[in-house]
């Protein structure tokens, strides 16, 4: 006779970048053991890729490619996740920056953080739309999760990195050129042979690139100071 099978909750979930609602699960024990197998290897590519197969396993209803989403849609989903299965409280441990007489406070002490309260920060709007001279410019694009994952595993080219990852195209009069048809090295070259002006244009994109956070407001329990600190490292809020 088959064991019975136990019921779970069902939660609806907004898509940050387009608003899109879907119904998910929480992960189970199994799916939990895969994400802490995938932390354990250190590899960003292999906790990438955990991540992603236990939101497309916990979706229950709503069309959704999860490869295709940008960043920030896949650490609000986790995160979001990971509220419903495990508990919406991690905790941390917090250093008191405060200065009294002179002297940093320094206090070291724990505190609760409801990562219910995670949101998406949208910095300041830049067009996607980049022209770099009269008839020519970049359309850009969010990166994907993947894709940043990569960059973290590489901090010395991070910025340029970012800014190939974020191309989704180079148009001229003559046509336009996806940034899927072409290698690494090309984009390098192209990025890199810029102008100084025209690469800050696209740097200012990936500048104001939308985030997650979690605002965590706690005193002082020596001197009583008032922090207000945002998280945004992913890894904060495993388990």
């Known amino acids: 006779m088959a064991l019975p099978k136990i019921s779970v909750p069902i939660y609806e979930l907004t898509i940050p970048s387009d608003k899109k609602k879907i119904k998910v699960r929480p992960f189970?024990?199994?799916e939990e053991k895969l994400l802490l197998i995938a932390l354990e290897s250190e590899n960003a590519i292999e906790v990438?890729?955990?991540?992603k197969q236990v939101i497309n396993n916990c979706i229950v209803s709503g069309e959704v490619d999860v490869d295709k989403l940008p960043f920030f849609d896949i650490d609000y989903m986790f995160i979001f996740l990971r509220a419903k299965s495990v508990g919406d409280t991690v905790e941390v441990k917090m250093t008191c920056n405060n200065v009294v007489d002179d002297k940093k406070c320094g206090e070291i002490f724990g505190a609760d953080m409801d990562i219910s309260k995670c949101d998406i920060l949208?910095?300041?709007e830049v067009s996607n739309d980049i022209k770099l001279d009269k008839d020519k410019g970049?359309?850009?694009k969010f990166p994907s999760y993947t894709a940043m994952r990569k960059i973290e595993m590489n901090p010395i080219d991070a910025k340029t990195d970012l800014i190939i990852q974020s191309i989704e195209y180079i148009y001229d009069k003559k046509g336009v050129y996806p940034a899927k048809d072409h290698t690494r090295e090309e984009l390098v070259d192209f990025v890199e042979g810029l102008t100084e002006a025209n690469y800050k244009k696209l740097e200012k994109f990936?500048?104001?690139l939308p985030t997650f956070a979690v605002l965590l407001e706690?005193?002082?329990?020596?001197?009583?100071?008032d922090h207000k600190v945002r998280?945004?490292?992913?890894?904060?809020?495993?388990?």
Do not use: L, R
Request: glycine share 4%.
């Open 28 to 30: 189970s024990v199994k």
């Open 218 to 225: 706690k005193k002082c329990p020596k001197c009583g100071f």
């Open 48 to 51: 990438a890729n955990s991540v």
């Open 206 to 208: 990936v500048n104001n």
């Open 122 to 124: 949208y910095p300041e």
């Open 138 to 140: 970049v359309k850009m």
């Open 231 to 239: 998280y945004t490292d992913f890894y904060d809020f495993f388990f």
